[in-house]
């Protein structure tokens, strides 16, 4: 049986993983069996709380005999005072790195009964779809030299953008490879103007273009004109490939196309076994107050399926189990407005009626 390591993690995490869960245990109450096996270890800061350390070996070795990985999130303002190596955030980091999972797809979708929570205009917005591959264990996030240290006197922070060759070449592949299954476009994201990195990166991604993807459409932007183009005319885009850093941020604005942060999924891929998690972070100023919206994390459980198992009907059950959620007016604060037709829920509300909608919307197709 198939093992899914759970790291709940902090702040919200527990609170929307346990929706995420309950919505894989009804997934497997369709198909009659239990089909997944799973277990827990804590990480980040609920792990340095009882163990000094934000993951032991023991989680990292849960994680590596796993199939894959569920994850809620990391941090919070409790943890940030402590040093560098200890901090909730380097948990998150260790696992990307020691599983190889160099490719993060982040897959920003506009649904339409949420138009209107998006803070840019219904006609900008209007049937986004975009996947962002999100380069995930290089660039400025690894490199070497780092640190701080006192040079003549003087307090120097320093951290490295460094990008090697199959570095690129590889997730440029992934990217390529996602483009066509879509609209057969790929935009890279560089600063190829100021940075050799971001030279070598442009190379490279156009030789791999050239070498083997001539039917997917490439082309070529500024990281800061992408922050631009993104609020101007997000429909332009099908498929953006970036680096670190630039994938961190942009993500997090993509997002907000699409109304809130809250309900975009990602999945981490490159090594044997996938990491999934919403792309929102720990929100410790609502943690367990059964608000958060666990719609991003279903959603992980989705492209889990979908990725890690080879089970795109019940990842589309549950897409589409989140669509109707949405389209009978159930919403969670973050992107609740007041309206007619609409419903303010708290978490736990909004996993039950995830639910029930997979539970009543399959059964047609679970017969046949
Ligand atoms: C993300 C987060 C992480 C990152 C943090 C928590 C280390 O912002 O997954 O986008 O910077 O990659
Ligand atoms: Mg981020």
């Not at 198992?309 to 007016?329: Q, S």
């Amino acid at each position: 049986m198939p093992k899914i390591c759970v790291f709940p993690g902090d702040g919200i995490g527990p609170e929307v993983v346990r929706e995420a869960l309950a919505v894989l245990r009804a997934i497997e109450e369709i198909s009659g069996a239990r089909s997944f096996e799973t277990e827990e270890e804590l990480l980040g800061g609920a792990s340095y709380d009882v163990h000094g350390v934000p993951m032991t070996d023991k989680a990292m070795g849960l994680a590596c005999a796993s199939d894959a990985i569920l994850l809620g999130a990391v941090g919070g303002p409790k943890w940030d005072p402590l040093p560098f190596e200890v901090r909730p955030e380097r948990a998150l980091l260790g696992l990307r790195k020691n599983l190889c999972l160099f490719a993060n797809l982040r897959p920003a979708k506009v649904f339409a009964p949420l138009l209107d929570a998006s803070p840019l205009r219904r006609e900008l917005v209007e049937g986004i779809d975009l996947m962002v591959v999100r380069e995930l264990t290089g660039g400025i996030y690894f490199g070497e030299p780092r640190g701080i240290r006192t040079e003549n006197g003087v307090e120097t922070g320093i951290n490295t953008e460094v990008y090697t060759r199959p570095e690129i070449e590889r997730v440029a592949r992934v990217a390529f490879d996602l483009a066509r299954k879509r609209s057969r476009r790929v935009t890279s994201v560089d600063k190829s103007n100021v940075l050799e990195s971001s030279e070598l990166w442009r190379k490279i991604v156009t030789e791999v273009h050239g070498r083997g993807y001539t039917d997917v459409d490439l082309s070529h932007m500024l990281v800061d004109n992408c922050a631009m183009q993104l609020v101007r005319h997000p429909k332009q885009f099908d498929v953006i490939v970036t680096t670190n850093l630039f994938g961190d941020i942009l993500t997090d604005e993509a997002s907000m196309i699409t109304g809130s942060i809250g309900m975009l999924p990602s999945a981490s891929l490159g090594g044997r076994v996938g990491l999934y998690e919403p792309i929102h972070g720990s929100a410790p100023d609502i943690a367990g107050k059964g608000v958060a919206n666990p719609l991003a994390t279903i959603l992980s459980v989705a492209m889990m399926l979908r990725y890690s198992f080879n089970r795109d009907a019940e990842a589309g059950w549950i897409e589409r189990a989140v669509e109707k959620a949405l389209a009978d007016g159930y919403r969670t604060g973050d992107i609740y407005r007041a309206g007619s037709g609409v419903r303010r829920v708290g978490t736990v509300e909004m996993g039950d009626v995830v639910r029930k909608n997979i539970m009543t919307n399959t059964q047609g197709e679970v017969k046949r």
